[in-house]
Nanobody, 123 residues
Framework: QLQLVESGGGLVQPGGSLRLACTAS????????AAWFRQAPGKEREGILA????????VSADSVKGRFTASKDNPNNTVYLQMNNLTREDTGVYYC????????????????WGQGTQVTVSS
């Protein structure tokens, strides 16, 4: 069983950057693909970035393309989400997820979820 814990959320000004981390335990992250999701108040959970098990391939949503990147540090069992040029529309709870299969942006395809971390973009 894989457990995921996100960290790194907080308050950031528009145009700023933030890096989230998702640390896994209970199993080797190398055998799982991972993904980042976010949920804004009153909106559905949105898949924003997914990364393959070895970290060599990613897919991103149009809303974050060119601004957010994901990376995977398998030896340290951690997935990162680097967020640049943040806007108020990026505010929400950010979740990491993992699955034992090909990477996906679909929430229903994920097997394991973290508890989420709040990101607030405001001046």
């Amino acid at each position: 069983q894989l457990q995921l814990v996100e960290s790194g959320g907080g308050l950031v000004q528009p145009g700023g950057s933030l890096r989230l981390a998702c640390t896994a335990s209970g199993s080797e992250l190398l055998t799982y693909s991972a993904a980042w999701f976010r949920q804004a108040p009153g909106k559905e959970r949105e898949g924003i970035l997914a990364i393959s098990s070895r970290g060599s391939h990613t897919v991103s949503a149009d809303s974050v393309k060119g601004r957010f990147t994901a990376s995977k540090d398998n030896p340290n069992n951690t997935v990162y989400l680097q967020m640049n040029n943040l806007t108020r529309e990026d505010t929400g709870v950010y979740y990491c997820a993992a699955r034992a299969g090909i990477y996906s942006l679909w929430p229903d395809m994920q097997q394991f979820w973290g508890q989420g971390t709040q990101v607030t973009v405001s001046s």
